[in-house]
């Protein structure tokens, strides 16, 4: 089955601690996406990528990094700069068009707490 | 700049009944496309429905339509038949379509809760 798989599902990271959080899309999808939600509010768009070894910040790209070597993955490290990492974590993925061609898929997330 | 607004932090509806959850927009681009996505307790994000601004008619989806009022800005998303399994976080989000890079980017809104009464 075509998808996007997010592992793992919950994280604890403890005080000056770097954790990658993995990404993986079989969709064949040229773009890659990572949004990050606090409780009761909407997605925020930390970091996306275009095509491989490109990336570009979004709004909240302070303390996070990503690369992107493969098409197929685009990993996300919070770094230990993010002094408030606890939250819940989504990729998604879509072709790099406009209109309805470009619909943005996304994994089943995952939830990073603070030890 | 994009702003997406979801006034309705909360909506009750009896099972089967229909329901509207309001969005409102603001761009000043004329090429947009507008999305509605829905999430369960899961967390998964699931996308629901497309409308594109140039789009004439309004787009449907089986059970999910959207009522867009492009002159209002508004573009909200109407459920008939409500189901128990209805229950979750609705998200409206845009799109504009000029150009590349930052503008493929989709902005949210806070969300709607919505619960389906049996």
């Given amino acids: 089955d075509g998808g996007i798989t997010q592992s793992p599902k919950y994280l604890f990271r403890k005080e000056g601690q770097n954790v990658t959080l993995s990404c993986e899309q079989n969709l064949n999808h040229d773009a890659m996406y990572w949004y990050r939600q606090d409780p009761g509010q909407g997605l925020r768009l930390i970091y996306y990528s275009q095509i491989v070894n490109d990336f570009q910040k979004g709004d909240i790209a302070e303390g996070y990094s990503v690369s992107r070597e493969k098409k197929e993955s685009f990993p996300l490290t919070v770094t230990s700069a993010q002094k408030n990492p606890t939250a819940f974590y989504l990729c998604a993925s879509s072709k790099w068009t406009s209109g309805r061609e470009n619909i943005q898929y996304f994994g089943a997330g995952t939830r990073l707490s603070v030890l | 700049a994009q702003k997406i607004t979801q006034t309705q932090p909360g909506m009750f509806v009896q099972e089967k009944e229909a329901v509207t959850l309001d969005c409102t927009y603001d761009t000043s681009d004329q090429s947009y496309g507008l999305f509605w996505y829905k999430q369960p307790s899961s967390g998964e994000m699931i996308f629901l429905i497309y409308q594109g601004s140039y789009d004439e008619q309004n787009a ?16 909200n998303l109407v459920i008939s038949a409500s189901q128990l399994g209805d229950s979750a976080m609705y998200f409206c989000a845009m799109r504009e379509e000029r150009g590349s890079g930052s503008a493929r980017q989709l902005t949210f809104g806070s969300g709607t809760q919505l619960t389906v009464l049996p």
Avoid: H, I, P, V
Wanted: proline letters at 0%.
């Fill in chain 2, 60 to 75: 449907t989806e089986g059970r999910y339509s959207l009522n867009f009022q492009k002159a209002r800005k508004s573009a």
